[in-house]
Each structure stands twice: as C-alpha cells, then as structure tokens.
C-alpha cells in the first residue's frame, strides 16, 4: 500500500484539467499547468541530487510558487519544512539545522535573511530564489533560480510509493520549555484531514472559490484551503497579507464563496468602514481557527455578511483539524464543536485520570488518524507529548451534555497573536540576552483586534536605570519575528516568585 499526498493534485487534474487551481492578481493557472509545473520541480529536485527522505524548506509567502514547491517536494517525496516568512536570519538559521533541511526555496523579498542563515548552515545545500516575475530567471550569486529550474528540468511521471506513515511535512510549534519542535506529520495525517475539510467540513465542489488569506506555511490555511479545496477540484485566490479592503475586492471579483480566517480577520472586515461598497453574496461558508473567536464578533459577522461561521480548534500536532461545529449539526456559539470522524476526545485531570462528569474542566487529550508521529528527533519530547497513544494538547476545555467541547484556559503560557502562537519562554531567553535585564516574564494581554498583545515584565540590573520600554522593544525587534517580539514593557523592582524562586506569572496576570 502507498500514499502520496500529490494523489491530491493528481486526481483533480485528471477531472479538471482547465479548472482554474490558482489565482494571484492577473495569473491564473489551471489545474493541468499547475500539476506540470509542479512535477518539473520535483524533477529539479532530483536534478540537484536530494533524495527521497531528505527534507526542503519553503520560506514562501501565499504565491503560487508555494503549491509548486509544496506538491513538487511530493513528488520527488522529500517532506516539506514550512517555514514562517517573518523569520529572522537566527531563526531561519536554527529551523534549518534542526529539520536537517538540505534546500531552501525562499521568496525574493526574504531572501537576505534567508541567504544569512543559509550560509551559516553548511548541510543546507541548495539555495532557490523565486521571483514575482516569472520571466526573471536571474539568481544571487550561489543560488538557484526557481524560473529556470522549472522551466529546464524534466518532469516527474509518476506519483512516487510512499507509505501512508512516511513524513511528509515537518510543521514547526514550540512550547514552554524552549526552542521550535518539528512535528512531523505524515501523507495520512494531511491526506485524510484535506478529506475531511472537503467532504464533511465545509462540502468542497469543482465550482467553489475560496480565498487564501491564512498564511499557506501555517497547517490551518494550508490544509483548509489548499490541500481541501485542490482535492475538490476548486479555486484558490492567494492574498499575500491580509487587509479588509483587498479582501472584499478579491470576493466581489473572484465570486469567491469559501473564507477562512483567523478572528483578527473578521474583526477587521466587521469593522471595515465601506464593507457595503461590495458584494458579498457569493459567500456560503467560513471557518474560524486559531485563536478563541469572540461569541458578538461571530455573531455580527453571520448576521451582516449572511453566513455561518463555523468556528473549529487543532493543533500542528493535529494536521490540524481536531474538533469543529459542522454544518449538519447546531452550531454553538463560543464552542470548538465536537471531535471530527474518527478522532477521539477525553478530558483529564492533573493525574492524567480521565473526567467523565460534564462540566468539568481538564486537559484535552487526542488520539485519532490526525496525530503526527512525533516531534523530529526529539524522542524525549515526543514520548512526553504522546502518552498511551493519547496526544495531550496543553489545552483546558470542559464539554457540555451534548458532547461539545468549551476552550476555557490553556495550561501551557502560550499566547495567540493574530491567529500565530508566541511561546513566551522563546521570548524570554531573547529578552534575558539584554544587559539590563535581571528577571523577565512574557505573557498576553487582552487586545480588541489581536485577541492578545504580548507584554514583557522585567526587572532591571542595578546601573542600568536609564534602559526604556523602547530599548527592549527595539532589542527584541532586531531578534524576533515581526508577530512575536513585545509591544508592551513594565518595569518592576523584582518579579513575584513561589518558594522555589520559581516566578509566578499567575501573579503577575492578576
């Protein structure tokens, strides 16, 4: 028995050949080019000489070269390192290192930072550039052009036999306790979680457009609306960075009837002053994930815009659909809905003793066909993180009479910022690299239209009394993606601590 994930894109080419797949601004590119162009670069992968197994990451925003990349890694079966394109030079650096990446695919308006950390990284061997003209195969000196390659190399025939386990994308999260972590999710973890997405979410057809606002590097747009949407045969319109106005214009043209966003999204377009400037009719459906979405905003956005904002709740670890309200169910406001086919849900408690009475809140824990197979090369983690075959998640939740489950607090301290995990302690370790910092904590803040803003506590080293909010800010900016560094600082004397020094962020929230 084999698996490619490729079989996505394959088997629509095949009943769609002249459907539109992707669409950016004025190209357009159907299904049958989309697919050719996608074997050519596998087929220049194998011309630079990787092997199936070796890892490639794309540090691409949402153009079509991303499905490109993404499909032709499939087909030349080197799993897929999606990386965040807001990465510093430092964190590109460490994601290359640790997934054992032996290329790089980087976009044109990235690619300093991407070429500073691919120098450092000597097992990373190939560097490829992709421009918005794709007529331009020009490249950086020592590095590939992605034009040229895929325009010289010679396809790939066929879908290569890989198993339903084999790996075929490493999503990089974090945690409390320090650096990003690999999860490596495999052909069947991402193929069957498309499938649901199609078939049971939110009923895909060959006629669909949705709009590809949510980051394609992040596993919510890329399994919602890429991978779901090309196994029906529908459209994508790629939107590169979110903003109100283009979106509605991009749904009046393109009659776009799919939106996915993360709640910052429809905040912004519930509040857009001239949202009644354009036609919305063509909406039937949206998703919400990510982050808690606000029960008023919801509920205005269903009633202006006249739709059923199905709200739902995944990890990476989870591929990641996990839980959703459904369309063939009552909706509950405020819930995460119930467990998806074929993943089962328990709550339990500190002892890891399951809780049966509803009501009562503990740590969701997850086990179905959607939970990767481990962090990469992290055994320690992965065997904390996977307990009896039960993927614990971090987060607490209760469940009503009815099944459905209620997010009411996360035990791990991460933060959602605009729909993107900030892990405080990742923060912290930058932050404690500052001369004046003594002590720190980073934990969220309540923010109207991020959900939450990051904030540092810190205590500062004797002599260093003249150091600002500003000079930690601006230290931290210089190191940390755009979404994580903080945007608030609080000087305090010394941090609240328990008896064992340990500092209470409890505390502090209070």
């Not at 909706?331 to 509803?358: E, M, R, Y």
């Not at 075959?389 to 791990?412: C, L, N, P, Q, T």
């Not at 002590?439 to 009394?465: D, P, Q, R, T």
Request: charged share 20%; proline share 6%; with cysteine.
């Amino acid at each position: 028995m084999s698996l490619n994930l490729a079989t996505l894109l394959t088997e629509s080419t095949k009943r769609h050949p002249t459907n539109r797949a992707v669409i950016l601004g004025e190209t357009v590119i159907d299904y049958a080019t989309l697919d050719a162009f996608s074997r050519r670069f596998g087929g220049a992968l194998k011309g630079l000489g990787l092997k199936p197994g070796q890892h490639i990451a794309l540090m691409l925003p949402n153009v079509p070269q991303f499905t490109i990349a993404y499909f032709g890694g499939h087909y030349a079966a080197t799993p897929i390192v999606p990386l965040n394109v807001l990465l510093t030079a430092d964190e590109i650096a460490y994601h290359l290192e640790d997934s054992d990446a032996v290329a790089l695919v980087v976009w044109e308006g990235f690619a300093a930072q991407a070429q500073a950390a691919f120098e450092r990284v000597p097992t990373c061997k190939h560097l490829i550039v992709a421009k918005a003209d794709r007529s331009d195969v020009s490249a950086p000196e020592g590095a590939h052009s992605f034009t040229r390659l895929v325009a010289t190399s010679e396809p790939v025939s066929e879908v290569p036999a890989t198993m339903p386990d084999d790996t075929a994308v490493v999503l990089y999260t974090s945690g409390t306790t320090g650096r990003p972590k690999g999860a490596e999710l495999t052909h069947f973890n991402l193929f069957f979680n498309a499938h649901f997405a199609r078939t049971m979410l939110l009923l895909y057809t060959p006629s669909d457009v949705a709009l590809a606002t949510l980051p394609l590097f992040h596993s919510f747009g890329q399994t919602v609306i890429q991978n779901g949407v090309l196994a029906a045969g529908g459209s994508i319109v790629l939107l590169p960075r979110f903003d109100a106005e283009a979106a509605f214009h991009i749904i009046q043209k393109h009659r776009v009837s799919i939106f996915a966003g993360v709640p910052t999204m429809y905040f912004a377009m519930l509040h857009y002053p001239k949202a009644g400037d354009f036609d919305t009719s063509s909406l039937r459906a949206a998703v919400s994930g990510g982050a808690a979405m606000p029960v008023e905003v919801m509920s205005a956005f269903d009633a202006k815009y006249k739709v059923n904002i199905l709200e739902g709740y995944g990890l990476s670890e989870t591929s990641p659909i996990a839980s959703f309200n459904v369309l063939d169910k009552p909706k509950k406001a405020g819930s995460i809905g119930l467990p998806i086919w074929g993943v089962d849900f328990k709550l339990v408690d500190d002892q890891n003793k399951t809780i049966v009475d509803p009501m009562v809140p503990g740590e969701i824990a997850i086990r179905g066909h959607n939970v990767m197979k481990g962090y990469y090369k992290k055994p320690e983690a992965t065997a904390e993180a996977i307990k009896d075959g039960w993927f614990h998640s971090g987060d607490i939740a209760h469940r009503d009479e009815e099944g459905y489950y209620f997010i009411v607090d996360r035990k791990k301290d991460m933060i959602i910022r605009g729909g993107f995990n900030v892990y405080p302690r990742e923060i912290e370790e930058i932050l404690y690299g500052h001369p004046a910092v003594a002590e720190c904590a980073v934990l969220g803040i309540k923010h109207e239209s991020h959900g939450e803003e990051v904030k540092a506590v810190i205590a500062k080293k004797a002599g260093f009394e003249g150091v600002t909010a500003e000079d930690i800010i601006a230290y931290a900016k210089e190191k940390l993606a755009a979404y994580k560094y903080p945007r608030v600082v609080e000087f305090m004397d010394s941090l609240p601590k328990g008896p064992t020094g340990k500092i209470l962020k409890r505390e502090l929230k209070k």
